[in-house]
């Protein structure tokens, strides 16, 4: 298995939306930490992802950029909403030096 880390973005968005039926048959398993507060594209590609059965993580606490986006936005635009239509994602949570533990409390059945 292959864990490519990705920063989300619009390029690199659209790579995993076209070549999610690659990503699947070659056990692929892309890292996502999503770096725009529009979630047009990431959605595209979450879905296309989805139909293909793709496992992906996305990350909810990023931290790239020169302003993260907040974490409860991903979690209530995206998570929340999508979470139930998307079987093949994963809710991944990065620990750094500033962490103080999840500040989020996050569960789902599947």
Do not use: W
């Not at 490519?4 to 076209?18: T, W």
């Not at 993260?68 to 750094?96: A, D, Q, R």
């Amino acid at each position: 298995m292959y864990y490519p880390y990705l920063r989300g973005k619009q390029f690199e968005l659209i790579l995993l939306r076209d070549n999610a039926e690659f990503l699947a048959k070659n056990n692929i398993h892309p890292i996502i930490e999503p770096v725009k507060s529009d979630f047009t594209a990431l959605t595209r590609s979450m879905k296309a992802m989805n139909e293909n059965s793709v496992e992906y993580t996305l990350i909810v606490n990023p931290v790239a950029g020169q302003k993260p986006v907040p974490s409860s936005s991903i979690l209530t635009e995206l998570i929340e909403n999508e979470f139930e239509k998307l079987k093949t994602i994963s809710v991944g949570y990065m620990l750094h030096a500033e962490s103080n533990g999840c500040s989020h409390s996050i569960m789902y059945e599947i």
